[in-house]
Nanobody, 122 residues
């Protein structure tokens, strides 16, 4: 059973920083893309940042230059460093991983974390 467990959310003032972490646990072969999504109240979930297994990253335009995604494939973690936070960054942030369960099959499966609240407010 694969699980993604997030940590690091909280309340921060505008202009502040937070670091979100997500660790994948359980039995699996490898993770392909690892990403962070967010969902603000009353809005659809959106992709914030993604990192491929090869290390290629992409970001939604609104966070470019402020957020940095990174991954550690030894520890099976993905991290989102958020700086210069704005009130519009307030949302529940979800970790997502595209996971290959076994060596004998290239099929991958989507896994989601439980979500962590980020609130940016003075």
């Amino acid at each position: 059973q694969v699980q993604l467990v997030e940590s690091g959310g909280g309340l921060v003032q505008p202009g502040g920083s937070l670091r979100l972490s997500c660790t994948a646990s359980g039995s699996f072969f490898s993770s392909n893309s690892m990403s962070w999504y967010r969902q603000a109240s009353g809005k659809q979930r959106e992709l914030v940042a993604a990192c491929t297994k090869g290390g290629t990253t992409n970001y939604v335009e609104s966070v470019k230059g402020r957020f940095t995604i990174s991954r550690d494939d030894v520890k099976n973690t993905v991290t989102l460093q958020m700086t210069s936070l704005k009130p519009e960054d307030t949302a529940v942030y979800y970790c997502h991983a595209d996971i290959r369960l076994s060596l004998t099959s290239t099929r991958t499966y989507d896994y989601w974390g439980q979500g962590t609240q980020v609130t940016v407010s003075s």
